[in-house]
C-alpha cells in the first residue's frame, strides 16, 4: 500500500517558490493498478519522484506498507529501494551494456553471486518474452523490445511496487498495448502493485483500477476508473473523458438538427450494469408511443464491465416524454438533456 498524506512538494527557482504539489492524499492499495494524470506540468513527476526516494515532501509524508519513507535510516532505504521497481518513458538502459548486463545490473548492485544473476536473469528476459536478445545491445532493439528490457530490470529485485512514468508515451499505439497487457499480467500475476503517471486517458481505460487527476498539483477528482469514466464531474476529467470515449455528434448531424429549428428533446442515456443487455429503447417507444431518434450510440467495456451510451431524439407528447424518462431513470440507466444539441 502507498499512502500520501497532506504531500507538498515546493521547487525553488531563483527568487520564485513553484508548488508543484499541494496537499496531496491518495492512497493506493495494495495490488492495485492505480492510474494518476494529468496534463503537462500538472505534478504528476513531482509526484512519482516522492515515492522512489528522488525527492522528499517539503510538507507530509509519503508511506510505504504504513512506513514513513522520509524517516528511513539508510539502510532501510537500500531495502525499501529493492522493493520498488521504475520503468520510464525514454528506458533509461545503457546503451554500451548488453541486453543481459542491463537486466542484470541491480542484481550486481545487490552483491548477487554470479550463478543466481545469470539464473534470473535468464528467466526475467523468458518472462518478457526476450530470451533470445541477452547478447544484443539496446540500439538494436525497437522501443517496445528497450521497453520490455526496462521492466525486465525493474522486477529483478522483486519489489512488491511498479512505478511507471509514461511508460508507453513513446510507443505507437500497437506497441503500447502489448506493454500495457505485459503490466497487467505483471499486477495479476505477482500481485505487483502499480502506481502509473500518463497523460493518456486510453492507459488509464486499458489497464487500471482506479485514477486520480492532477491539475495544479491538486487531486481533483478520483475513483474507480467505471465511476470516473462514467460520471466525470470536473471540467478537466470530462476532457480527459472524451479524448477516450467519443459520443460526440458529428458536426454535419448537429446543424442538421439545428437547421430544422424547433424544439428538440434530445437527451443523453448511459447504460450500466443490467440495463445495457434490454431493449429499453423500443420498449419506452412503445409503452408512451413516442418516436425515438437514435443520433449516437456505442457500447464499451470499461473494468470488464458492459457501458453503453446513446444520445436520443424524444419526438412525441412532452408529458408522455416526461413519464418516459422517469421509467428510463427508474432503470440502471442515467439521462440527462444534451443541452448542446437543442437549437
Ligand atoms: N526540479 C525542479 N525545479 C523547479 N521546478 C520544477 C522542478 N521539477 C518540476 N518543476 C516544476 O513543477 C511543476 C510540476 O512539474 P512536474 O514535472 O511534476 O509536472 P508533470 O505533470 O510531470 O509535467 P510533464 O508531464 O510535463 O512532465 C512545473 O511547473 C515544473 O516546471
Redesign the pocket.
Known sequence: MIQFEGVT?T???GKQE????NGIDLTVETGEIFGVI????????????TVNLL?RPTKGSVKIHGKDISTLSSKEIRTTRKDIGMIFQHFNLLNSKTVFHNVAMPLILANTPKDKIKEQVKSLLEFVGLADQAQKYPDQLSGGQKQRIGIARALATNPSVLLCD?ATSALDPQTTQSILDLLRKINREYNITILL?T?EMGVIREICDKVAV?EA?KVIEQGSVFDVFTNPQQPTTQRFVRSVMNDELPPALMQQIQDAGGNHSIYRIQFHGNSVGRPLISQVSREFNLDLNVLFGNITELQGKPYGNLIVEFIGDRSEINRALAAIRQSDATVEEAENYAS
Open positions: 512538494k521547487y525553488q527557482s513553484i508548488h508543484a504539489l494529468g496534463f503537462s506540468g500538472a505534478g504528476k513527476s513531482s509526484l512519482i519522484r525527492e509514461e503517471i497523460h492532477l498539483g
